[in-house]
């Protein structure tokens, strides 16, 4: 199972730190990635990590401003957003690969958290 938290409304600018805990299996084996959606639009992939923290891949509209991490030991991954931007507004949802390396594929990931809203204020 996986647990998100950290969304909610931000202003334009604004920072959000998106959380999302595992239960029942063994995160550290996995790469994990975030992905979101937007109202009729695709999920798209954002930003994965590796088993061992790296490497790290990022799509081009958030590199530089979002950051992801992870903490095995605390079987938790991270999203820490900043300069927020409306386009940004979507819900987040963490997901756990069955592989050591993070794809941009919605078909890789085979465990999803359940989604937290992003919402961004202009």
């Known amino acids: 199972q996986l647990q998100a938290s950290g969304g909610g409304l931000v202003q334009t600018g604004g920072s959000l730190r998106l959380s999302c805990t595992a239960s029942?299996?063994?995160?550290?084996?996995?790469?994990v990635a975030w992905f979101r959606q937007a109202p009729g639009k695709e999920r798209e992939f954002i930003a994965g990590?590796?088993?061992?923290?790296?490497?790290?891949y990022y799509i081009a509209s958030v590199k530089g401003r979002f950051t992801i991490s992870r903490d095995n030991a605390k079987a938790t991954m991270y999203l820490q957003m900043n300069s927020l931007r409306p386009e940004d507004a979507a819900v987040y949802y963490c997901?756990?690969?069955?592989?050591?390396?993070?794809?941009?594929?919605?078909?890789?990931?085979?465990?999803w958290g359940q989604g937290t809203l992003v919402t961004v204020s202009s």
């Open positions: 029942g299996l063994s995160l550290g084996m996995y790469a």
């Open positions: 990590i590796g088993m061992s923290g790296q490497p790290k």
């Open positions: 997901a756990v690969s069955d592989s050591v390396d993070a794809s941009r594929l919605v078909r890789e990931y085979k465990y």
